[in-house]
């Protein structure tokens, strides 16, 4: 009796393993690149595409927003995005970049462009929602000029945690506190959309700015779209797997991008929901850890 348990408990192991190791095939299939528009997003009829599908403008005038969202959902992984911004007076203006899964309690991760006046500093605000809760922005001033180059706008998605990075630079470390109560995006797969809308009414000095429409249209453009992520086919298991087996689970930030990090802080940053005390008079849990 003990030799077929044995038998039994080595056939089970084995299929396990058979099992596990599929879904990080399957997995590692539908992570791949990807950077054409006109053939792997869902575009506004008023946007422009560019350089047979290699890069997209979006624009805005007065009758007209414009934006894309992908055809694939992805669950953990790495985004990138090259974005170009509006040039000049850009007041009134937003460009978002984002992860969302666009259901009743979505999770989404923002980069959020708030434009201004002609000289001043662009604002970049990023928010994480998990499970229909938000209410998490940090606002920074950009180090560089937006609008004379391309700059890679990137998110760094895993289990454990979320970076937002701009130029390979952490600007933004969200951990995975559900241990504490806290909601992490960590089961819905999220689309990825960009968009230019007329966000006058709070973008630009907390709305006391509006857009002056005699300088539009205005353009923002993107460009070097890549996902190394695991493109979600209906198994939330695989991804996690993947996820796991790329070590990409690691629940703190390495030295030097903790060094980064407080830098940015230190320097650049100029809202954080978490020493917002008439918002928070208790600091939020999640903002003990990194």
């Not at 006391?208 to 493109?231: G, L, M, Y």
Request: aromatic share 12%; with cysteine.
């Amino acid at each position: 009796m003990s030799r077929r348990l044995e038998i039994r408990r080595h056939k089970s192991a084995s299929i396990v393993l058979a099992l596990h190791m599929l879904m990080l095939l399957v997995a590692e299939v539908v992570s791949s690149p990807t950077d054409n528009f006109a053939e792997d997003f869902d575009v506004s009829s008023n946007a422009q595409i560019l350089n047979e599908g290699e890069e997209l403008q979006l624009v805005l005038d007065q009758l007209s927003a414009s934006g894309f969202s992908s055809k694939s959902r992805y669950l953990f992984g790495n985004i990138d995005m090259q974005i170009k911004l509006v040039p000049g007076d850009s007041a009134g203006t937003v460009t978002a970049y984002y992860l969302s899964s666009s259901t009743s309690n979505h999770d989404e991760l923002d980069f959020e462009f708030l434009g201004n006046l002609s000289g001043q500093p662009y604002v970049l605000q990023t928010n994480v929602f998990a499970s229909g809760i938000g209410g998490r922005e940090q606002r920074i001033y950009l180090w560089f000029d937006p609008t004379t180059d391309f700059h890679t706008y990137s998110v760094s998605w895993t289990t454990q945690r979320i970076i937002f990075l701009v130029d390979g630079i952490p600007i933004r470390a969200f951990a995975n506190n559900e241990a504490q109560g806290i909601p992490y995006p960590n089961r819905q797969p999220m689309a990825l959309f960009g968009s230019i809308w007329n966000g006058d009414s709070w973008a630009t000095q907390g709305g006391r700015i509006k857009i002056n429409w005699q300088h539009a249209p205005f353009i923002t453009s993107f460009r070097n779209f890549e996902a190394d992520a695991c493109v979600f086919t209906g198994s939330i298991s695989a991804c996690s797997a993947s996820n796991t087996a790329g070590n990409q689970g690691s629940p703190s930030l390495a030295a030097d991008e903790v060094q980064k990090l407080r830098w940015v802080e230190q320097n650049y940053m100029i809202y954080n929901y978490c020493t917002d005390t008439t918002r928070y008079p208790v600091p939020p849990v999640d903002c003990s850890s990194t």
